[in-house]
């Protein structure tokens, strides 16, 4: 694996252009570990990766490293250069860490990294798998391995975070603040189809579409029409529809119950850090934001922020990175490596090899060299 940094004008063009004589499936990655704890988890992650293309033997991955970030921000006054898409666009995935930084506000940070990078890619599908890996415990009782085993996909391009609204009057009385959700026909439709996807390639078959219709009786409603026009083309799946409220608590009590889950930008934004936590720590929570249509590149991070409290300590959990990471080598086409990525994991985890948020002692770097090490062993 080679990293550079900096060096967006180096070889942009397709996959098979850039191969040439050259035998090794090579992708290139644009690496954006960017605030807090990011960039510790994803040197963790690239150091998994090069184990990975080591062992495999048949793939290379050509990583450029941007400093985008909230420091970048302090020094010039934005998070990414103004043209940070068009440097990207060509690369075939983007790894990224957390933006959020205790001295500037989260919506200046989020809308000046993360969200044009989703929304300006049209990466509208936000695929969150959650389950309880082997030798970590659920806060839930008498629920382990195999008990709580979801997908959950999220809305990514619009509803709640479409970014529609303003303010006026600022600072006097009659101040006025608008946030305006956007469900468009075409979204919703792209996103029930998407979800359906994996449900129908799941052994139980069984999607529950979120909503909020009782009270939202315009957007919600006709989230709740669409899902019924979809399901139609997908008649092997048993589908049922949950108020988010109710959500919350049938996630709690009968997480055997849940297997596909598809909900709005908010809805599932919430849903699934208390996911990421019945499932044991946000630590170990991934997602990958994809573009399905692959016009442009997806992207890949743990659901986490940038952990301002454990940052610089070395004891990050590194797992939900892996996790992603073998999202992102799924979703490149080496689904052989992307599954010794998590079998090396699991592993690990099973070994009692574990960071503080999930019950044990190790640091970042003793599970990130256990996991490469189980890369490098004859049984993963
Ligand atoms: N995708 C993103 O970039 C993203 C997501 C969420 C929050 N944020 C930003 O991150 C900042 C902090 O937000 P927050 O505190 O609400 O959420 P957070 O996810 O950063 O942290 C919540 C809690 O989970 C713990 N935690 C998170 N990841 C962990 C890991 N890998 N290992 C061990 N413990 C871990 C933290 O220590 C903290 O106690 C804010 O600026 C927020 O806007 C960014």
Redesign the pocket.
Known sequence: MSVSQLDPAGGSGSQAERQGSNPLRTYKIASIP?D??GPE?IAAGLQALEALARRDGGFELDVTEFDWSSERYRKTGALMPEDGRDQIKDFDAIFFG????PDIP?HV??WGL?LPLCQGFDQYANVRPTKILPGITSPLAGVGPGDLDWVIVRENSEGEYSGIGGRAHRGLPEEVATEVSIFTRVGVERIMRYAFKPAQSRPRKLLTVVTKSNAQRHGMVMWDEIAAEVGKDFPDVTWDKMLVDAMTVRMVKSPRSLDTIVATNLHADILSDLAGALAG???VAPTGNIDPERRYPSMF??????????TGKG????V?TFWTASQMLEHLGEADAARRLMRAVEKVCADGIL?P?VGGDATTRQVTDAVCEAIRGENI
Not at 98 to 101: E, F, H, I, K, T
Request: hydrophobic share 45%; glycine share 12%; no cysteine.
């Open positions: 960017a807090g704890i988890v957390a933006v959020g930084a989260d940070t989020l993360r720590s946000l630590g991070e743990p659901i986490h922020g940038s952990a301002f409290d454990i004891i990050a959990n590194p939900a960071t948020d």
